[in-house]
Nanobody
Framework: LQLVESGGGAVQAGDSLRLTCAAS????????IGWFRQAPGKEREFVSA????????HYADSVQGRFTVSRDNAKNTLYLHVNSLKPEDTAVYYC?????WGKGTLVTVSS
């Protein structure tokens, strides 16, 4: 499974973005898929996850209510809608499925 993230950028606090993870290789729909992030000088942390069917989602407390994860198995694509961004959301955001990771997309939020 190959994963490629996109959609990051430099935004102001309160703005929104849609992050995308495009998958190829193995059957995307076989995998539960998640988003992680790593801020400068910090360890990688869990952000959100969605089950293979899309029927179950999970969020870190820090993003609950602001971020929404979704997937389109027909398009082999995972999404993360990030709203009400805060400077502490600044990080490289990674897509993860099983043992597979993308290379990340950078989100920078200025106050």
């Amino acid at each position: 499974l190959q994963l490629v993230e996109s959609g990051g950028g430099a935004v102001q606090a309160g703005d929104s973005l849609r992050l995308t993870c495009a998958a190829s290789g193995y059957a995307f729909s076989d995998f539960d898929i998640g988003w992680f992030r790593q801020a400068p000088g910090k360890e990688r942390e869990f952000v959100s996850a969605i089950s293979w069917s899309g029927g179950s989602t999970h969020y870190a407390d820090s993003v609950q209510g602001r971020f929404t994860v979704s997937r389109d198995n027909a398009k082999n694509t995972l999404y993360l809608h990030v709203n009400s961004l805060k400077p502490e959301d600044t990080a490289v955001y990674y897509c993860n499925g099983g043992d597979y990771w993308g290379k990340g997309t950078l989100v920078t939020v200025s106050s």
